[in-house]
């Protein structure tokens, strides 16, 4: 075996040994495992729960426990680029909201004065955590990971409730100010695009706002993407374990496509695109409501 995951797992043996009645000492052996482990959730969750001066909730002052289903997490760590992803992926939540935050303003919308928001395929909450932060007792999560909705309402103390593969087998709670979707519809076949739009339009309160993000034609078009005649394409390949790639790969759409799919499924809708708005290469589409 690798010495340092030896060290590791002795380590973590240790803290584990110690943490029901010497809480101090073992919070040093998890800080040890995760010195030679960046990216050891299970010593990174314990001395956020032993609230150790290494804790990162400390300094972010927000929950920082991350679960050890959540893909996106495995998606950081797994990057060549990452040196922490731990921090790197509690970080990346805040880039969301530094990307959010001037796009509602533009659109007249300023987060801070949002009634209620139902953050749409929430995941276990890299994003929810700084969110509910900003907006306490306005936001609802909502995923179809098992355990996500769960997590979320524990950590974050936010609303939330299961969704589904199939959109018309969701029930709203309520309707919402704003819905936001952040990397959804990148991963939705298009054929089912105007099912899962009608349902959001639905959910939303008059005058409310839907935003989701969509794969950036321009990055298609550079990374040679075979878009169809009618200007998309799915690809039955993800970064999440859990779900089929018949209903989630990757999905890559012309803007031209994504108003197409707006107008049929909501009639009346007025939709704006802004490019290049949220992570790499991700477009913000802003709908207001149909007729
Ligand atoms: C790329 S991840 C983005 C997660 C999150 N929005 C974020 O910014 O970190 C896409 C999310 O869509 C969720 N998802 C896929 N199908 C869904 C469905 N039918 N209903 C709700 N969420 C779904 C996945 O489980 C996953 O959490």
Redesign the pocket.
Known sequence: MNPAVEQVRALLERARALEANAPLEAGEFYHQARLLDAGCLEAHNALERLRSSHAYGRWMNIDCVIDERDD?YRFFASQDIARNPIREYLADGWR?LAELMPLLEREGKPLTGVGSML??????G??TRHLTRVLPGRVTC????PG?TDFARERFGVEAFD???N?ERITWPRRYELIF????F???PLHAWQRWLAHFAAALEDGGLLIFSIHSPAYAIEHNVPLDADGGCFLRSS??S??STD??GTTFATWERVRREIGAAIPGARVEIHPNTFWIAQDAVVVRGGR
């Open positions: 996106i969301t953050e749409f395929a929430s995941g276990f890299r994003f909502s995923d179809v990971l996500s969704s589904a593969t959109p979707i952040l990397s959804f990148t991963h939705v970064e999440q859990a779900l209903e989630y």
